[in-house]
């Protein structure tokens, strides 16, 4: 489910106690959006779910803290290659969240267990270890028409 979202969590980015967001971000919520990255300057791949986005910058949960000044690398969408949006970010902030259920770096439940766990109705066990919130401000920003087509693409792997 996508909800557009004018406010800001209770930890978002203020000054002087008032909003500093100049875009209106759009969570993601229930996704399992997961994003190939690769972090300046080594460029090694890493795995990301995205949690919000807006044509200003991204938010995203990450196995490991990143300093905040660091490149990302990053492409939106595009599944087939051929329309991706790719974009250059810097981490403006990052601090704790907790585990995605779904997050791609966590190790995958044997089948039995999903299989037994599925049949009696049980809840998976909560993930194990910390995460963080990765805040992220675009080097330059979605396009209306990057964000409606980043929009599309999310609001499709919903359906």
Same mark, same amino acid.
Request: charged residues 25%.
């Given at each position: 489910m996508l909800v557009a979202r004018p406010e800001c969590s209770p930890c978002a980015a203020k000054a002087n106690g008032r909003e500093a967001r100049k875009?209106?971000?759009?969570?993601?919520?229930?996704?399992n959006s997961v994003l190939r990255l690769a972090v300046r300057p080594e460029f090694r791949g890493r795995q990301a779910v995205m949690l919000d986005i807006s044509p200003g910058g991204?938010?995203?949960?990450?196995?490991? @803290?990143?300093? @905040?000044?660091?490149?990302?690398?990053?492409?939106?969408?595009?599944?087939?290659?051929?329309?991706?949006?790719?974009?250059?970010?810097?981490?403006r902030h990052c601090r704790p969240h907790p585990v995605p259920a779904e997050a791609p770096w966590l190790p995958k439940a044997p089948v039995l267990s999903r299989l037994f766990r599925?049949? %009696?109705? %049980?809840? @998976?066990?909560? @993930?194990?270890?910390?995460?963080?919130?990765i805040g992220c401000e675009f080097d330059r920003a979605l396009s209306e028409a990057d964000m409606k087509h980043v929009l599309d693409r999310l609001q499709a792997a919903f359906a």
């Amino acid at each position: 489910m996508l909800v557009a979202r004018p406010e800001c969590s209770p930890c978002a980015a203020k000054a002087n106690g008032r909003e500093a967001r100049k875009h209106t971000r759009v969570m993601c919520l229930d996704s399992n959006s997961v994003l190939r990255l690769a972090v300046r300057p080594e460029f090694r791949g890493r795995q990301a779910v995205m949690l919000d986005i807006s044509p200003g910058g991204i938010g995203l949960v990450m196995a490991e @803290p990143l300093q @905040p000044g660091s490149t990302l690398v990053f492409e939106l969408c595009g599944d087939d290659g051929m329309d991706s949006i790719g974009r250059l970010a810097r981490v403006r902030h990052c601090r704790p969240h907790p585990v995605p259920a779904e997050a791609p770096w966590l190790p995958k439940a044997p089948v039995l267990s999903r299989l037994f766990r599925s049949l %009696l109705r %049980l809840e @998976p066990p909560a @993930p194990e270890g910390h995460a963080w919130f990765i805040g992220c401000e675009f080097d330059r920003a979605l396009s209306e028409a990057d964000m409606k087509h980043v929009l599309d693409r999310l609001q499709a792997a919903f359906a």
